[in-house]
Each structure stands twice: as structure tokens, then as C-alpha cells.
T-cell receptor
Framework: GENVEQHPSTLSVQEGDSAVIKCTYSDSASNYFPWYKQELGKGPQLIIDIRSNVGEKKDQRIAVTLNKTAKHFSLHITETQPEDSAVYFCAASLEGSARQLTFGSGTQLTVLP | DAEITQSPRHKITETGRQVTLACHQTWNHNNMFWYRQDLGHGLRLIHYSYGVHDTNKGEVSDGYSVSRSNTEDLPLTLESAASSQTSVYFC???????????FGPGTRLTVL
């Protein structure tokens, strides 16, 4: 089955700096890669996703890049703000198949004021 | 607006008791999932369902059961609660198999 590894497990950045979280996946057939943000005491919320037919997707201060050859994808947050502090999860799946999302282990991002 | 809800939000129970956690979604999604979240383990899949009367075991299904009698609900039952089942439980649903999952707010369960 699919295996998703996520790094780093914790990340601290100064407000205004950029943050990058990286994930690798094992199954080359995977074609859907969402990112979730989980704030304290809440459920994970989808923030951005990418499918294997594109290499990059951007939404305001967040972007995701995908390298299918190397089987890794990354979340980039620019101009970080204190409200970006949360746990971030990556995931991978084969959309349209019976295989559900496989999640990474999460990254605790802390934005220091 | 369509949503996914969980109840109760907090539950304290004793070892050996049966506990049922409710999950209800109004998106009419066929696919529903239960996860537990513990420090150091991320999200671990307990059970999932791809439609009415369909249920499947996830990676940590021992001690848990689910049933799917309609599209909207997937209750999770702990037949005989154990202290190792103290955790935060999340329900999720998705329209497409393998697609985006939308999570509920979670239930914090404490087994004493």
C-alpha cells in the first residue's frame, strides 16, 4: 500500500518568513495530493490540493509543488503570520479508486511574532 | 450549508462500558471514515464505508465496530471500552472514492 513520509515534524519560523513542509510518497500511481491544516481543538481542514496533471498550484500565500518523478510534494507558505501556527498534514491517494487517503504524520508549525 | 457533525464532543466513560460516537453528514457523500488521533501517531484509520451496508476495517480496527444503515450516518461503537482507546476521534466524508475528505470537529473520549 501507499506510504507517506512528512518532514519536518516541527518547524518554527519568524513572522514574515517562509515555511516549507515536504512529503514523499511510495506509490507512483497516486494522483491526488491534498494538504490539511488542523488548529488546536478542531478537525483538519483542506487548505490546498494538487493533482498529478499539474506541477504547481498557488492560492494567495500558500502553494504546493509536485515532482512526480521523485515522488515528492511540498507545501510553501510565504509571509507567515501567527494564525498560520497549526499542525499541517499531507496526504496521497489514487482518486477514483477504492484506495482512501494515506496521511503523513503531521508538522507542527509555529510562527514566532 | 452542508456539514458534518459529531456528538458528543466530549465523553468520559469507564473501562468495560459500551460507547457509541455519532457522525452525521448532510453532503450526501457515499464515503465515510473514522480516524483516531493520538500524540505522535497522526491520523489512524479505524473503519470506513463506501456506501449503505458497506463497512471496511482500517489499520486500527480492533475493539471498534461501525454500521451504515443510511447515507448520512456512520456511528462508531466501542464494544467494551479500554483505557488504550482514550483518544480524539474524527469522522470524515468524501464525495469521490480516494478524493477530498471533509472532517468533523472531533470527539474527545476519555476511558477511566
Amino acid at each position: 500500500g501507499e506510504n507517506v513520509e512528512q518532514h519536518p515534524s516541527t518547524l518554527s519560523v519568524q513572522e514574515g518568513d517562509s515555511a516549507v513542509i515536504k512529503c514523499t510518497y511510495s506509490d507512483s500511481a497516486s494522483n491526488y495530493f491534498p494538504w490539511y491544516k488542523q488548529e488546536l481543538g478542531k478537525g483538519p481542514q483542506l487548505i490546498i490540493d494538487i493533482r498529478s496533471n499539474v506541477g504547481e498550484k498557488k492560492d494567495q500565500r500558500i502553494a504546493v509543488t509536485l515532482n512526480k518523478t521523485a515522488k515528492h510534494f511540498s507545501l510553501h507558505i510565504t509571509e507567515t503570520q501567527p494564525e498560520d501556527s497549526a499542525v499541517y498534514f499531507c496526504a496521497a491517494s489514487l482518486e477514483g479508486s477504492a484506495r482512501q487517503l494515506t496521511f503523513g504524520s503531521g508538522t507542527q508549525l509555529t510562527v514566532l511574532p | 450549508d452542508a456539514e458534518i457533525t459529531q456528538s458528543p464532543r466530549h465523553k468520559i466513560t469507564e473501562t468495560g462500558r459500551q460507547v457509541t460516537l455519532a457522525c452525521h453528514q448532510t453532503w450526501n457523500h457515499n464515503n465515510m471514515f473514522w480516524y483516531r488521533q493520538d500524540l505522535g501517531h497522526g491520523l489512524r484509520l479505524i473503519h470506513y464505508s463506501y456506501g449503505v451496508h458497506d463497512t471496511n476495517k482500517g489499520e486500527v480496527s480492533d475493539g471498534y465496530s461501525v454500521s451504515r444503515s443510511n447515507t448520512e450516518d456512520l456511528p462508531l461503537t466501542l464494544e467494551s471500552a479500554a483505557s488504550s482507546q482514550t483518544s480524539v476521534y474524527f469522522c470524515a466524508s468524501s464525495r469521490a472514492a480516494g478524493g477530498t475528505q471533509y472532517f468533523g470537529p472531533g470527539t474527545r473520549l476519555t476511558v477511566l
